[in-house]
Every structure is written in structure tokens, then in C-alpha cells.
């Protein structure tokens, strides 16, 4: 099929290599011309594994282009994905005048019949606004255009993988026309039938739930799974809380507590709070959004008051022990908001650093990703070229991001590096019993 995706960010390039990869003619369409040079020239504006061999593959195999014009990108497009940005306004709302703009582009220039799916996050009835912009700006006679949300899932970090092996796909449609679209879109991932570039031995045991709803539901499914994920994070680090006061452990009691499968295990890891461009956006628009409906929606709110007490929870506990931390050198192992990404927007790690710099301490800072973002973010904070520079006369180590290759740091020379071995687990992924065997003050979340 003939697919035009309108935004090249993080959900726009996945949606599009990946669609290339399964066999559609897609072209990629980004108002940002240097964006669209690095991508023809093979390069890629984001880290995200496997999303680069995916669109130099696909496109030498001329299935995949990008294009500035968007009159090039729409001419021909069965469907078209707005993948545009949707930041947040000071109110806490989603900003929608970039998926105006895109979709008055598109009545203006499609030339055949073509479903418009939005993709981007974005609040219940924007898609009714969709549609009454292509009624009143559409240049087709016939106005042949459908509207369809289709909201994403992916996690970045594991982006690529996500979307081709999705837990369900969310289609909310007005009419069986959009509906089938959709089917063809994804049929060769809902069926498992494309050669796996992630698992080589890639079995699917089942075909992947194909959830049709209408436009309103499936966008309200967007913001509700973001939201519910939010609160069971929160729920966790709340717990942690209790943990602290009562002598209880979290990971004991959220492994108890997740080994009931109507709970889950997943999304119960306590720490220093979430953070990326998603879960605390998405809170926020969400309780914005019930407010605009006329709902207070209290619950979501003490979500979003409990993670922003989480990242001024690791500095009072720093307090607690370090007393003054004016002159103090701290280190934090990890800036990235999560494993696997180079993306620091709303790292806790960062929340974390301003707040330690503006107590007068020095923040020497390593991630194996993140840095450049980290220092184009913060430039006050300090860059190390590996854990142990930034180990170096330190007072405390806080772990702020569980990259994995820090549980197998040479912790004695870590030790040896620091002023005092005080070592704050902000994401409990270390071994805590052969750290304090090794002579370090090991603080964990909850324990
Ligand atoms: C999230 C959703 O998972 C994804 O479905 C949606 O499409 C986009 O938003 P992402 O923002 O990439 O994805 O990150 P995710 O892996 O969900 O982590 C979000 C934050 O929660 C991170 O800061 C992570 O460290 C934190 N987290 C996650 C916890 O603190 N505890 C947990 O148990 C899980």
C-alpha cells in the first residue's frame, strides 16, 4: 500500500520503517529539510536499536523515502499517519496546532481517496476536529477523505520491537472502509508474515488481537494505558514510602503482590520516579482532558503529585546523611529517563541534578548514551568520560538510570575513586549485599 507518514520523530520514523519493512511503499514527510537530508543520506536523528539498519534497508530497497514536500509526500497516499508533535501547553493540555496544520496540508493537496490516521498522542475528539477541518478546508469536491485513530504503544528503547510485535493494535474507526484499510496495513504483523529483523528464529504463536473501536474510544485507550502504567509506578514508589517507615522491602513485597496475574509484575519497579516524553506528559493531558469534560480526576492528579515527590525524595535522603551538601562532588551513574535511549526529556536524573546544583553541590554525571542530551540539556552539570571519572572525589554515587552494564562495574575501584563510599540504588538494581560487603553505604528505595 501507498503510506505517507507526516512527522519523523520517534513515533513517526518507527511507524514508517517498520511499515517499509513489512512490505509498504512509504514516504516520510518532515517539515525540518536538514532532518529529511540526514535521513537520505542513511542517518538517523534518534537512537533507537535496530531502527537504522531497518530504514537503510528499506530504503535501497526503494520502499522507503522522505521528502520536505508535502504535496510529493500526500499525491497518492492510501493513508497518511500524522505522527506530528503534540507538546504540552502551560496548562498541562496537548498543544494540537501542528496536527491542524497537518491536516489542513492534507485537504489541500491529497489527490484520491485516503484515510487520515492520527497517531500522535492526542486527547478524545481530536479526531472529530479532524474531520471538520478536511470538511471545511478540503479541496476535493468529493471529499474523500476517512479519519481513523490509531495510538501507538511502543517503548522507546524498544520501539522497533514493539511495533511488530505488538500486544494488540488499537484501530478506532467510523465506517467499514477505514476498518479495512487498517487490516491491510497490518495484516502481515497482526499474521506474523514478514522476516523478523529482532528475532531470528521469530515463531508468533498467535495472531496479534486486532482491537476495532470507535474514534473516541481508541483515544481514550491511548491516555487511559499510558495513565494506568503511571499509577502502578506510583503505586510502587508510594509503597517504597511505607516500606521505609514500616521495615518492609519493596521487591519482596512487589514480587508478592505481582505474582497475582490479575496485578502483574510488570511496571511495579520503585525508584526515583518516571520520566520521558510520554508518561508525564500524558498525566497531565489526561487530567486535563477529564476537567474539559467536567471530571476531576483526583486519582491521576496524586499521580502526578507522587512522582514529582519522588525526584525531591533522593535529595532529602542525601540530606539525611550527607548533611550540607554545598562543596559536596556527587556522582550519578545514569541520565537517561530509562535504559536504552540517549532521550533525556523529564529524566528524573536531571530533575535530580538541577536540584543538587542549586544546593551548591558539583554533579559529575556519566551515561553510556545520554551524555551529549544530558549536557545540551544541563551544561552546568559535569560529563565524565566513564563511571569511575565521575566517581572521583565523590561524596555519594547516585543510580539513576539501572543501565545494565553498571551492575558489572569494578565496584572497589569505584570505592577507591570516591571520598566517602556512600551509594544511593535509586533504581534498587544493584546487588546491595556484595556492595556493603565491599565497605560501601548502601541506600535502596524501599529497603
Ligand atoms: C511509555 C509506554 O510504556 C509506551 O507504551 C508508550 O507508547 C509511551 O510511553 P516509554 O516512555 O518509552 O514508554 O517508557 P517506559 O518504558 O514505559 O518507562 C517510562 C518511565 O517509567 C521510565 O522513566 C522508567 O524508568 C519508569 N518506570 C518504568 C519505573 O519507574 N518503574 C517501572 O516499573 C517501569
Known amino acids: 500500500m501507498k503510506v505517507c507518514v507526516i512527522g519523523t520523530g520517534y513515533v513517526g520514523l518507527v511507524t514508517a520503517a517498520c511499515l517499509a519493512e513489512v512490505g509498504h511503499h512509504v514516504i516520510g514527510m518532515d517539515d525540518d529539510a536538514g532532518k529529511v537530508q540526514t535521513l537520505k543520506a542513511g542517518g538517523l536523528p534518534i537512537y533507537e536499536p535496530y531502527l537504522e539498519e531497518m530504514v537503510h534497508r528499506t530504503v535501497v530497497a526503494g520502499r522507503l523515502t522522505f521528502t520536505a514536500d508535502v504535496a510529493e509526500a500526500v499525491r497518492e497516499a492510501a493513508a497518511i499517519f500524522i505522527c506530528v508533535n503534540t507538546p504540552p501547553l502551560p496548562d498541562g493540555g496537548a498543544d494540537l496546532s501542528y496536527v491542524e496544520l497537518a491536516t489542513r496540508r492534507i485537504a489541500e493537496h491529497a489527490t484520491c481517496r485516503t484515510l487520515i490516521i492520527e497517531k500522535s498522542t492526542v486527547p478524545v475528539q481530536t479526531g472529530a476536529w479532524i474531520e471538520k477541518t478536511l470538511a471545511v478546508y478540503g479541496k476535493r469536491p468529493d471529499g474523500e477523505f476517512d479519519v481513523a485513530s490509531n495510538p ?13 510485535h505488538p500486544d494488540r493494535i488499537v484501530v478506532g474507526v467510523s465506517n467499514a472502509r477505514a476498518e479495512q484499510t487498517l487490516r491491510e496495513l497490518y495484516r502481515p504483523i497482526v499474521d506474523g508474515r514478514f522476516c523478523c529483523p529482532i528475532h531470528s528464529d521469530c515463531r508468533q504463536d498467535r495472531a496479534v488481537p486486532f482491537l476495532v473501536t470507535d474514534i473516541r474510544s481508541a483515544e481514550l485507550i491511548k491516555h487511559a494505558s499510558n495513565s ?20 518492609g522491602d519493596i521487591l519482596q513485597v512487589t514480587h508478592g503482590m505481582g505474582l497475582d496475574k490479575r496485578i502483574g509484575r510488570s511496571f511495579l519497579q520503585a ?8 508518561f508525564p506528559k500524558d498525566v497531565k493531558a489526561f487530567v486535563k482532558i477529564a476537567e474539559q469534560s467536567g471530571y476531576d480526576f483526583a486519582l491521576l492528579k496524586e499521580v502526578d503529585r507522587l512522582n514529582e515527590q519522588r525526584r525531591e525524595w533522593a535529595v532529602a535522603r542525601l540530606k539525611q546523611v550527607l548533611w550540607i551538601l554545598r562543596g559536596k562532588r556527587i556522582a550519578l551513574f545514569g541520565l537517561a529517563f530509562k535504559p536504552d535511549t540517549d532521550d533525556v526529556r523529564q529524566a528524573p536524573a536531571l530533575h535530580i541534578a538541577r536540584r543538587l546544583l542549586d544546593e551548591g553541590a558539583v554533579v559529575q554525571g556519566y551515561d553510556p548514551q545520554a551524555a551529549t542530551k544530558a549536557g545540551q540539556a ?32 569494578d565496584w572497589p575501584r569505584v570505592k577507591a575513586a570516591m571520598l566517602r563510599p556512600l ?16 565497605g560501601f553505604e548502601y541506600l535502596g528505595v524501599g529497603r
Open 228 to 247: 494506568f502504567l503511571a499509577l502502578k509506578i506510583s503505586f510502587a514508589n508510594a509503597l517504597a514510602d511505607i516500606c521505609e517507615r514500616a521495615g
Open 271 to 278: 525508584g526515583i520516579g518516571f520520566g520521558g516524553s510520554c
Open 152 to 164: 501507538e504503544f511502543t517503548r522507546e528503547g524498544r520501539a522497533v520491537e514493539d511495533f511488530l
Open 378 to 409: 544541563l551544561p552546568a552539570l559535569t560529563l565524565c568520560p566513564d563511571p569511575y571519572a565521575a566517581a572521583a572525589q565523590a561524596e555519594a554515587v547516585v543510580l539513576c538510570t539501572e543501565w545494565p552494564m553498571f551492575r558489572g562495574l
Open 423 to 438: 551509594l544511593l540504588d535509586g533504581r534498587n538494581a544493584l546487588d546491595r549485599d556484595q556492595l556493603t560487603a565491599l
